[in-house]
């Protein structure tokens, strides 16, 4: 007899393990299976965003930059070092450890929450008798669970280049790139996009000669015009190689590394011999293994599990979040989703507000944004009013010795309602927290204006850009 529940999840990853733990919450009896591995073969939930994604990429991040200010920034405050050695092999392994607390801390929250987890691969056999599907699991054994409502949570892998397969020695997805052993002589990235920028900043900090190739004529053509051409010229200033506009053809992997023949932007052929080569061009909905077509579960052109606007999918009881499906590829999307489908199976409103998710980019500067972007109202044809406020006339940053970017409002000419935020500068990931909730609150700009906020903060300067949209700014 197979084990009943009334939710099964597929997949551990943010999407998942979360609309597991709310849909237990809501006195479900539930399942959640993952295939993640560690490397001793044992679970390791949390998904990409654990695993090979956000936190291991954010604590590569911390030590890089960490070793960046002991090189070029503590002297500034009166610090001497003497010589700073960075060992890649410790900083690597301190990264894992912080993937393991995370896999470990979920493993604990689905037992706390009495979610049963299985390891192994999830695939649907077939609708079960007296409603719902069966679902296989294979792992180290295989058995097979039945669930009234499904839950397909099983995220995206890397795209690769066509032609070129990652190897993970020489030619790095997000995974190899992450487990890169020893700094890079000359390091080459293709997509200047969130990965390509993130993971190039680590290792140039570290040291490595950083090429990004990118195939748009654009920096960030998502990203407010005004703040990506600040970011850019931080970035130039750190050395950090983006070329933008071209067309990558031959790529040779060879014992001792990768030659990328590619036309830039003037039309020029230029050979780019590297030592190492991470692909970030974006990712791919994974439904590997599910055995959708078994069942009838649609997929659209990109291979994404079609959904509707509450994540239904065309087969009665089967929903689908995160990754895997429409929508951007973040890991707070993926949670908020998988809370709002366990509320709807529970018969509530579960509720995803897709006009306040916030995107960061974790560089650094770092670069966050929620909203609309000018070059967006514009072709809209939005009237609207802008604020800027630079962190060079905000105390705090002054103090803490990083004045670069600025935050920046957009708001309504009529209305004053806030339509975008835009922060280029120190600590942005925090400081987009508030524009999050102005947003979805309503808020004017007048609001936030006359909010309090704390002195000295780099909050002050989301206070002056909202009433630079009145230009009235008090301290610049
Ligand atoms: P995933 O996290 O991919 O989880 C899916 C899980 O399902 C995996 O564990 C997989 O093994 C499992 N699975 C798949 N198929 C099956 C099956 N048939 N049976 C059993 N298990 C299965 N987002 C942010 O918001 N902030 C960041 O800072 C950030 N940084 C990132 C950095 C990198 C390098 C990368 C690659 C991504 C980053 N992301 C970030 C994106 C984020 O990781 C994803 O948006 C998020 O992980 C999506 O969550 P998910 O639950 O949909 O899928
Ligand atoms: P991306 O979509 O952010 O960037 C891909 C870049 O590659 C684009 O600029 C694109 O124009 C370029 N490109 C595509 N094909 C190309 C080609 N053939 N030649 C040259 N350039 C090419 O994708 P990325 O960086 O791979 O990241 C995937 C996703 O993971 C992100 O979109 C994001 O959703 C998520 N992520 C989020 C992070 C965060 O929130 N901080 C961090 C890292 C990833």
């Not at 509450?310 to 809370?339: F, I, Q, S, Y």
């Not at 897709?354 to 500067?365: C, G, H, K, Q, R």
Request: glycine letters at 12%; a neutral charge.
């Amino acid at each position: 007899m197979s084990k009943q529940f009334d939710v099964v999840v597929i997949g551990g990853g943010p999407g998942g393990y979360i609309a597991a733990i709310r849909a237990a919450q809501l006195g479900f009896n539930v399942a959640c299976i993952d295939e993640w591995k560690n490397d001793k073969g044992g679970p390791a939930p949390g998904g990409t965003c654990t695993n090979v994604g956000c936190i291991p990429s954010k604590a590569l991040l911390q030590s890089s930059e960490h070793f960046e200010q002991a090189n070029h920034h503590f002297p500034d405050h009166g610090i001497s070092t003497g010589t700073v050695k960075m060992d890649v092999a410790k900083m690597v392994a301190r990264k894992d450890a912080v993937v393991k607390q995370n896999n470990d801390g979920i493993l604990y929250l689905l037992k706390k929450n009495k979610v049963s987890f299985f390891h192994g691969r999830g695939s649907f056999v077939k609708a079960a008798e007296g409603g719902g599907y069966e679902i296989k699991v294979a792992g180290a054994t295989e058995e097979t669970v039945v669930g009234k409502q499904v839950i397909l949570a099983t995220g995206s892998n890397a795209r690769a280049l066509p032609g070129t397969p990652f190897d993970e020695v020489n030619v790095l997805s997000n995974d190899g790139a992450l487990r890169i052993g020893a700094t890079p002589k000359k390091l080459g990235l293709i997509g200047s996009g969130v990965i390509g920028l993130e993971m190039g900043s680590v290792w140039r900090r570290l040291g490595a000669e950083v090429t990004i190739l990118e195939g748009l004529p654009t920096f960030l053509g998502a990203v407010d015009e005004q703040i990506a051409k600040e970011a850019k010229k931080a970035f130039d200033k750190q050395g950090l190689k983006i070329e933008l506009g071209v067309k990558v053809g031959d790529i040779k992997v060879g014992k001792k590394g990768v030659n990328v023949s590619y036309t830039n932007s003037k039309g020029e052929a230029v050979e780019l011999a590297v030592d190492k080569l991470i692909v970030s061009i974006g990712r791919v909905p994974n439904t590997i293994g599910l055995n959708a077509e078994g069942v009838g579960l649609q997929l659209d052109e990109r291979g994404a599990i079609v959904v509707d606007g509450d994540c239904k999918t065309n087969l009665p009881g089967v929903w689908a979040v995160g990754d895997v499906v429409r929508g951007p590829m973040l890991a707070h999307k993926a949670e908020e989703e998988g809370v709002a489908v366990a509320e709807r199976i529970a018969g509530q409103h579960g509720h995803v507000n897709f006009n306040t998710v916030p995107w960061v980019i974790y560089t650094s500067p770092e670069i966050a944004w929620v909203g609309r972007t000018e070059q967006q109202l514009k072709a809209d044809g939005v009237k609207y009013k802008a604020g800027t406020f630079p962190f060079l006339a905000n105390g705090r940053a002054r103090a803490l010795g990083d004045t670069t970017g600025m935050v920046k409002f957009l708001a309504d000419a009529t209305t004053d309602e806030i339509l975008g935020v835009h922060i280029v500068g120190p600590m942005a990931s925090e400081l987009i927290s508030e524009a999050v909730v102005a947003m979805e609150f309503r808020a004017s700009a007048e609001d936030i204006a006359r909010i309090c906020h704390a002195h000295p903060s780099l909050s002050e300067a989301t206070k002056e850009a909202a009433l630079a949209v009145d230009k009235r700014t008090l301290n610049f």
